[in-house]
């Protein structure tokens, strides 16, 4: 399984993402979006793909994955949109998350499956005692080169 996650930043990534998405469509069978205006504005690529989106966080998922469970949950100032998909009898879970929130959200939607779980998102988390990695360590980019 090959998943991609993007916190689209709002406005104006419609023509890059367009070039990313065809460079990409055929290789990825998970593409999870943070901050996406809406799903109508994506562009035609997605033709075997199936969408899930609560504001501003959307999934798509190529559609030879049977999806047994959708959960679209509204966090404060995002939302997290939980799935279980299947491919060749195996499950997993995927959460994907964009918005200010604590960490028992993400917290129940794991320890709620025996499956794999994938999160991905824009955690903009309140401490509830864990520790920022990238301040920690003085990381100055996630970015990969």
Known sequence: MKLISLNLGGEGYLPALTDFLNTHKDRVDIFCFQQMNSPEQMPKVFGDFNSFAL???????RKDYTIQNRQEIPVRSGAQVVLDIFKNEKKYRVINEHGLANSEPIIKAMEATASPVIVTGDFNLESNGLVSLVHEYGVTST???
């Open 143 to 145: 970015l990969s080169e």
């Open 55 to 61: 504001n501003g966080v959307a999934v798509f998922v």
